[in-house]
Every structure is written in structure tokens, then in C-alpha cells.
């Protein structure tokens, strides 16, 4: 049974009371708003698509980067990961900033003309920063450009389906504020949300300022602006931890994997290492070792050449050693630090040429040796010289400002020698620095190399035998995965050559069974080893080279009566050694030859960290800390700079492409503002919309005369709460919250705690429950009693 306000009043005590509508933010009969309906419908949809491009572009070139070791490769010249997603960050924000901007200052004017700009522009600066998170979470589970890329679009696009599933009106309202929480957790659904919230507040007239940012559009509303930004925030930590978390576990083709729980490990946090452990091995696919029990100690200021057949285990070697691929079991120390556990540390020190350029197609020769060098901490007069004197060495003067992508094979060699070399690193390797040179920049190459050896550690694979006799001061010989020997070239030719060949030029006359009686005379284990056309060869024992005068004497003097035109000797060559080797490769090493250290030198690379150390200073004056990261994060941002410069139709892609969306959507829309429908029905209000647990609510609040005492606004208040109980309907005290409900001289305007609000019809007030949302207000009276009760 429907009550009245003034029953109230009649039940408890003679009370004046007067009726009013609820304080409410506004209803008046309109027409239909079309115009705030398309815009919450395009404006998330045309700003969807807008940025399609630009996220399918940036999780191309993350993915991009990866697959082609660029990434590795800054990284292991020390480049710290998080200033590699932070340059990454910047630059990308940036970028989408100028459309953002555009956008705010767009909307601002055409459509939230009553909003505030500054919440316009804080939420899309968050959009943004969201979006941007977005992408790199995505990139992280691909190592295919193209794959990323189409995924990444059919992965954007479904982000913004959910919101189109719950657009209609009853489905939104029926949604709890958890379940659009959730949904907001997607960047284009979040958008759309907030989309409709600053429409509906449009279509109130008030729009969104920040004092109404915790407020709500309606009554029935339970979601705000201020739950959007705090899902935009919780989308953004969510996003990099993913990424985090999925870059470390699972790196991808290059890189060291850590493992499920690594979070949990102290050693993450406290940089704990693990001693002790000498072998380096990885497996491959099937029963396939790549490098099986490796075994070698790394010698300071010489040059070690690492030889072997094609799939040998050269280049795998090297790609553990950088932290490319982790070894499946085993470990290595470079400077007293692992390899599993410290490679972060050991890469500040590292020099690579790996064996396919790793340049960036958009930088300039100059340009990359000032990069890789700020990465290492060289900065100022010292870099500078240094960036000139290297691009001097590598005979590359006139391409100074030439873009690595003009270079021909041969240079770009050169310039991946130069970054492996710039910046003073300690441990060098090269990867078969010289294939695609020809001779002659090949010897440049080789005079560069001799240059650069004193006090560093550098470890060379080729094939060319030559190269590694005349650089090697050691020379590795690997086959099948496994060390076969290891030694100076000497030692070698020595442990594995034959002896001398002496090769005879012929005449007709020539009597070659006197020619071998000579020589076996002489040398008596000398045999034939070849007879073609006008040449003879014999093999010679190095065992008997105390013979060789007298033989060579002999032969000299006696040349027309042997019939001889000329003769020669040649010590073995390292091309034979590394055949023989390859021939007896089934031989366990033992039996085979290491020769630890010919020249004396016993500073491995096990035991080089003091000496690093203390040959920091030769090296030029290098950052440290702070300003080593805050300097690698300006070289990246200039790269990433430099990049989007020279990628012109990716700048306008980025920047223009969502603007024109977002225009041409509004212009639409604009153009379809007198399209509107007849009076919007009444709205149904219910009492329960103001419910707590099912229940309606009415505030109460009393003001009584001066001679009144507590006890009587107690009594007053139980005797009311016993009457509304009986219609289930629960009675609040609120005077702490409501001072004064004031019903002014303006018309229709009802002052509430310093808010107006506008209401139509007061006529309609003779039962509460009539309207269903009308109110009861009180004028306060200074010689009454005064009952103010609402809901």
C-alpha cells in the first residue's frame, strides 16, 4: 500500500513538511540525442581502426628485430633489456601522441564541448601508454614478422568486440561493476566505455570534468571515469608484466631461456652465480650433438682461430658464448662470471661480429659506430676521435654517411668488424669476419685485427687456412662437435704435418730413378708422393732435416746431370693439418694434440677479471651506473629516431591515417545531427535503484527547535523507522551528511550541498511512490520541527 510523505509526519508528531522532486542531475523531456549515440558507437570503432596500422607496425618491427638477432646483438654489447623497451616505449609514444593530441583538441571542440580537456587528454594519454603495452605483450609470443603482424590485427580488432556485445542499453545496465572491470581490461573495449560515459554525460548537459570524474551519469549507473583509469592503469601492469615474464621464459630462437619460477629464485634478485662448472655442450634436433664436452682455456692478448668443417660446432660455440642459444648442459666463464648465470655482466664487455650482418638498414656507417660506442660508455671528445679513427681504419672514409642498406657485402663486413672492435670491449668474437671480402680488404682487415689484439681477448672462425696462420697465435681445430687439437701453428704443423715437400721441375732427359737414389741417399724415408707432366714431388721427414744441406747441395750442383730445370721446399701447410685432423676425427682427444699454452702465457680467460679491471683506464674514460643507462637509453632513442625519419610512409601511417579516421567518422556524424526522433518516452525510475540489498532507502533528516532536546530527534527517528518497516523499506540517518536541503527562489532549481539541479513537474509529489523517484524535501522552519526524508 502506497504511502504518503505527509504520513509520516501525522504518526510521529505534528511536523510542517513540504514535497519536492529527488535532488537528481536532471531529467527534462528531450529529444532523442542521435548525435551522442553514433559518437559512443564510431568514435571507438574509426579510433579501432585508425590504430590498427600503427600497433600491426610496431609488433612487426619488435618481432622484426628479434628474428634478426638485432635485438641480441645490442644486448650483448651491453645494452640492459629494460632500456631497450623503454626506447622502444618513447619513441612509439610519441609518435601516437601528435595523433592523440589531435584528436583531444578535436573532440574537444565538435563534440565534449562541456567536458573538461584535460580528462579528454589524460584518458587518451593512458589509451595510449595501454595500447603501446598491448603491442609488446603480443610481439613477445612471435618470431615471424608476418605472423605477428596478422595475429597482432585479429587480436586488436577482438579487443573491441566485447564492447559491441554489451553496447545495448539493458544488457550494459544489467552487467555488475565487476564484469565491466573485467571487460575494461581490453584497450578497445575500455575505450568504448568510456566513450559511452562521455556521451552520457554530454546528453546531460554537465559533461565530464574531474570533480565528476567518481560521479555517475544516472542513477542506475555503477561504473565512473575514475574506474576507466584505474583498468587503463591495471591494463598497463598487466601488459609489461606479461611481457616480462614471456621475453625471459620463453625468448624465442635466440636467447637464453630462465626458467618457469625464476621470479621466486634469489639469484634473479641478488645476482648469485654459480662456480665450478667447465663444459659446454647443446643438443639438437634428434641424437645430433652440435658441440659436444667442448673443453678450452681462451688465452688474453692473442688471437685464437676457432677452424673446422661446415656444422662443426664453430659458430654454435661462439652463439653459447654470447648468450645466443643457452648450452643444454655445462657452462663457460669469460672474466670469472658464467655464462648461465652472469651474462648480463659479461656482455658489458663484449665485442661481436656474428656471421651475418646485424645492421640497421636506416642508420648511416657513423651513425651505427656511434651507437654501439654509447652503448659501451664512451661519450664526448673521446668517442668522437675514436668513431672517426675506427671508420679511418676500416677504410670506409668516404661512406661515412652512406645507410648501411647502400653498402656492398664487403663493407658491411668491415662495418660489423668496427662495432665488434668500438668501444674498448675485452672479449672479442669474430665470426668468420672475412667471407664476401675480397684480398685486398681482406688484408686491411687483417692489419685491423693485429691493430686491435694487444690486452683483449678475440676469438676468429674462418676457413680460409691462410687467415687463421697468419692472425691465429693459437688455432683451434674442431670436427663432429668436439675439440681435436689446439695449439700454435707451428705446433701443429709439427704434431700432424708430414715433414718438407720437395717438388722437382723435369726435363726429357731427366732420370728419375737417380733422382730418387739421391734423395733416398739423403733422406732414406723419403717417398714419391706425386709424378705429373714435369714435376716430381717427395715427401721429407722433419725427422732428418739435419740431411737437407747436403741433399739440397748436391742437387744444386748436379741440376743438367739429373736433368733438372729447378727444385723447391715447402714446409707443411696448415691446410694439410686441418685435413689430416678431419680424416682421423673419430680419434678420442686425448690422442690428439693440445698444446695449452706455447708462448707462456697463463692468463686465461677464466682469470682475466682482475686484469679487466685494471686495463679499464687504458681504455679511455668510461660511464658507469646511472649515466651509462641513462646514455645507452638516449643512443637507442636516437636510433629508433633516426629510423622513423627515414621511413617516411611509416611516419604517415602512424600519425595521419587515425586522424582521417576520426575526422571522417565526425563529419558523418555531424552531418546526421538533424536526425533526431520525437519525446523519449518517460523513463522508468524505480525506488530500487537507490536500493542496498533490495531494499529501498530513505534518508531522514530533522532540524528542531532550540528548546528541543537529542532525546526527542531519537524518538522522532525510532517512530518513523517503526512505521517504514512495515512497508520494507529502511530508514537512514543521514543528518551528518545532509545540512541543509533548500528549495529555492529560482523555478524548478533545488540546492543541494552547493550543487543545482533542475527537476520538470512538482505537482506529481502527493504520494512518494506515485512518480517512483519523486522526493520528499523539506523548507525548514526556525519555530517547527523540520522532516526531510528522500530517496
Keep these: 500500500m502506497p504511502f504518503t510523505c505527509q504520513d509520516i509526519g501525522q504518526q510521529t508528531r505534528p511536523i510542517q513538511v513540504i514535497r519536492a522532486v529527488v535532488p537528481d542531475a536532471g531529467y527534462t523531456k528531450r529529444k532523442f540525442d542521435w548525435v551522442m549515440l553514433l559518437i559512443s558507437i564510431m568514435m571507438p570503432l574509426l579510433v579501432t581502426l585508425g590504430l590498427m596500422y600503427s600497433s600491426m607496425t610496431i609488433i612487426k618491427e619488435l618481432v622484426m628485430e628479434k628474428q634478426n638477432r638485432l635485438k641480441e646483438s645490442m644486448k650483448m654489447m651491453g645494452l640492459a633489456n629494460w632500456i631497450h623497451w623503454?626506447?622502444?616505449?618513447?619513441?612509439?609514444?610519441?609518435?601516437?601522441?601528435?595523433?592523440?593530441?589531435?584528436?583531444?583538441?578535436?573532440?574537444?571542440?565538435?563534440?565534449?564541448?562541456?567536458?573538461?580537456?584535460?580528462?579528454?587528454?589524460?584518458?587518451?594519454?593512458?589509451?595510449?601508454?595501454?595500447?603501446?603495452?598491448?603491442?609488446?605483450?603480443?610481439?613477445?609470443?612471435?618470431?615471424?614478422?608476418?605472423?605477428?603482424?596478422?595475429?597482432?590485427?585479429?587480436?586488436?580488432?577482438?579487443?573491441?568486440?566485447?564492447?559491441f556485445v554489451i553496447f545495448d542499453d539493458d544488457k550494459y545496465r544489467s552487467l555488475t561493476r565487476s564484469q565491466k572491470a573485467g571487460a575494461c581490461l581490453l584497450p578497445n573495449t575500455c575505450l568504448g566505455i568510456a566513450a559511452k560515459l562521455f556521451t552520457q554525460f554530454e546528453s546531460l548537459g554537465v559533461g565530464i570534468s574531474w570533480k565528476e570524474v567518481s560521479g555517475f551519469p544516472s542513477p542506475d549507473e555503477n561504473f565512473n571515469m575514475a574506474w576507466v583509469f584505474l583498468m587503463l592503469l591495471a591494463q598497463c601492469a598487466i601488459y609489461a608484466t606479461i611481457t616480462w615474464y614471456v621475453e625471459a621464459v620463453f625468448p624465442g630462437e635466440f636467447g637464453i631461456p630462465k626458467p618457469f619460477y625464476f621470479p621466486c629464485l634469489p639469484s634473479y634478485w641478488c645476482g648469485l652465480s654459480q662456480e665450478n662448472v667447465a663444459t659446454v655442450k647443446s643438443g639438437s634436433t634428434g641424437s645430433k650433438v652440435a658441440v659436444d664436452e667442448l673443453s678450452l682455456n681462451i688465452f688474453k692478448g692473442q688471437i685464437t682461430a676457432l677452424l673446422g668443417h661446415n656444422g662443426a660446432g664453430k659458430t654454435t660455440?661462439?652463439?653459447?658464448?654470447?648468450?645466443?642459444?643457452?648450452?643444454?648442459?655445462?657452462?663457460?666463464?669469460?672474466?670469472?662470471?658464467?655464462?648461465?648465470?652472469?651474462?648480463?655482466?659479461?656482455?658489458?664487455?663484449?665485442?661481436l661480429c656474428p656471421q651475418h650482418n646485424v645492421l640497421f638498414d636506416r642508420l648511416t656507417v657513423k651513425e651505427h659506430l656511434e651507437f654501439f660506442i654509447s652503448l659501451k660508455g664512451k661519450f664526448g671528445h673521446e668517442a668522437i676521435r675514436e668513431v672517426s679513427e675506427m671508420i679511418s681504419d676500416i677504410q670506409l672514409t668516404d661512406k661515412t654517411n652512406t645507410l648501411s642498406s647502400k653498402l656492398s657485402g664487403g663493407m658491411k663486413r668491415k662495418l660489423s668488424c668496427a662495432i665488434a672492435l668500438i668501444g674498448g670491449p675485452q672479449i672479442i668474437f669474430l665470426d668468420e669476419p672475412t667471407s664476401g671480402m675480397d684480398p685486398y680488404a681482406r688484408r686491411g682487415t687483417w692489419d685491423l685485427l693485429l691493430k686491435h689484439k694487444a690486452g683483449r681477448t678475440i676469438i676468429l672462425t674462418t676457413h680460409f687456412m691462410d687467415e687463421a696462420d697468419l692472425l691465429g697465435d693459437r688455432i683451434a681445430i674442431m670436427a663432429d662437435g668436439q675439440l681435436r687439437c689446439c695449439g700454435s701453428s707451428l705446433f701443429l704443423k709439427s704434431r700432424y704435418g708430414v715433414g718438407y715437400h720437395l717438388t722437382l721441375v723435369k726435363k726429357e732427359s731427366c732420370d728419375q730413378g737417380a733422382i730418387t737414389s739421391l734423395v733416398k741417399h739423403h733422406v732414406p724415408t723419403a717417398e714419391i708422393i706425386s709424378s705429373v707432366g714435369a714435376e716430381i714431388q717427395f715427401v721429407l721427414s722433419s725427422e732428418n732435416a739435419q740431411n737437407f744441406e747436403a741433399l739440397f747441395s748436391e742437387l744444386e750442383n748436379n741440376l743438367e746431370e739429373y736433368g733438372i730445370t729447378s727444385f723447391g721446399v715447402s714446409v707443411t701447410t696448415l691446410e694439410e693439418v686441418f685435413m689430416k685432423v678431419g680424416e682421423g676425427s673419430e680419434k678420442p682427444l686425448q690422442d690428439l694434440a693440445v698444446d695449452q699454452d706455447p708462448a707462456g702465457h697463463h692468463d686465461s680467460a677464466d682469470n682475466l677479471i682482475s686484469r679487466h679491471e685494471a686495463n679499464q683506464g687504458s681504455i679511455g674514460e668510461l660511464k658507469t651506473?646511472?649515466?651509462?643507462?641513462?646514455?645507452?637509453?638516449?643512443?637507442?632513442?636516437?636510433?629508433?629516431?633516426?629510423?622513423?625519419?627515414?621511413?617516411?610512409?611509416?611516419?604517415?601511417?602512424?600519425?595521419?591515417?587515425?586522424?582521417?579516421?576520426?575526422?571522417?567518422?565526425?563529419?558523418?556524424?555531424?552531418?546526421?545531427?538533424?536526425?533526431?526522433?520525437?519525446?523519449?518516452?518517460?523513463?522508468?525510475?524505480?525506488?530500487?535503484?537507490?536500493?542496498?540489498?533490495?531494499?529501498?532507502?530513505?534518508?531522514?533528516y530533522a532540524d528542531f527547535r532550540p528548546n528541543e532536546t537529542a532525546s526527542a530527534k531519537k524518538s522522532l527517528f525510532d517512530e518513523a523507522e517503526k512505521l517504514l518497516k512495515a512497508v520494507k523499506v529502511d530508514l537512514k540517518d543521514i543528518a551528518s551528511d545532509v545540512k541543509a536541503i533548500e528549495i529555492g527562489n529560482q523555478g524548478n532549481n533545488i540546492s543541494v550541498k552547493g550543487k543545482h539541479f533542475k527537476y520538470e513537474d512538482s505537482n506529481q509529489t502527493d504520494v512518494c511512490c506515485k512518480y517512483e523517484f519523486l522526493i520528499l524535501n523539506a523548507k525548514c522552519q526556525k519555530d517547527v520541527s523540520c522532516l526531510c526524508c528522500y530517496y
Excluded at 658464448?321 to 664487455?349: C, Q, V, W, Y
Excluded at 633516426?642 to 611516419?651: A, G, H, I
Design 625 to 700: 651506473g646511472l649515466n651509462l643507462r641513462w646514455q645507452q637509453y638516449k643512443a637507442m632513442f636516437i636510433k629508433r629516431f633516426l629510423n622513423s625519419r627515414r621511413e617516411k610512409k611509416l611516419v604517415v601511417t602512424q600519425i595521419i591515417l587515425p586522424l582521417i579516421m576520426v575526422l571522417l567518422g565526425l563529419l558523418l556524424i555531424k552531418a546526421s545531427e538533424d536526425r533526431t526522433r520525437e519525446n523519449e518516452p518517460p523513463r522508468v525510475l524505480k525506488l530500487s535503484n537507490l536500493s542496498i540489498a533490495g531494499k529501498p532507502n530513505i534518508g531522514f
Design 86 to 163: 623503454s626506447a622502444w616505449f618513447t619513441k612509439n609514444l610519441l609518435f601516437l601522441l601528435i595523433t592523440g593530441i589531435v584528436m583531444v583538441i578535436v573532440l574537444k571542440v565538435l563534440v565534449f564541448t562541456h567536458s573538461d580537456g584535460s580528462v579528454i587528454f589524460v584518458f587518451f594519454l593512458l589509451y595510449l601508454i595501454a595500447t603501446i603495452l598491448f603491442c609488446f605483450c603480443v610481439s613477445v609470443f612471435f618470431s615471424r614478422p608476418v605472423l605477428g603482424m596478422l595475429f597482432g590485427a585479429l587480436i586488436w580488432i577482438a579487443t573491441l568486440v566485447p564492447y
Design 317 to 351: 660455440t661462439i652463439s653459447m658464448l654470447t648468450g645466443l642459444f643457452p648450452p643444454s648442459s655445462g657452462s663457460a666463464h669469460i672474466n670469472g662470471k658464467s655464462i648461465i648465470t652472469d651474462m648480463d655482466s659479461i656482455r658489458e664487455s663484449l665485442g
